[in-house]
């Protein structure tokens, strides 16, 4: 498995997410907290073919991080991609490590 450097881990404020070009796609990078832990998912929001996800809001949802569309508020998992709300509409998430304060992410 291939990994790719997307920035360093503090350039992204805890919280929050930042959008990273990987191979031609948008990926929506998420920190939840101040860990050295991040999360990735595809930044298109399904529901509206519109890349925005990387903007919305980290949310926790029976134990588990999710991320709420800026758009809608759909919610989609954080570790799977799967959309609370409709499960057809999941998006790709992408396996992420932090190495040496680089964040990095499976292609």
Not at 37 to 57: C, E, H, K, T, W
Not at 66 to 94: H, M
Request: proline residues 4%; hydrophobic residues 40%; negative net charge.
């Amino acid at each position: 498995m291939t990994f790719n450097t997307i920035c360093n881990i503090d350039d992204i404020i805890p919280g929050t997410g930042v959008c990273a070009l990987l191979e031609g796609e948008q990926v929506a990078v998420f920190r939840p907290n101040k860990e050295e832990s991040v999360f990735a998912i595809s930044n298109m929001d399904p529901f509206y073919q519109s890349n925005v996800l990387s903007r919305g809001l980290i949310v926790e949802h029976q134990d588990e991080l999710w991320v709420a569309s800026p758009l809608k508020k759909q919610r989609f998992n954080l570790k799977t991609g799967v959309c609370l709300e409709d499960e057809q509409f999941s998006i790709k998430a992408y396996q992420t490590r932090v190495i040496s304060g680089e964040v990095q992410i499976s292609a």
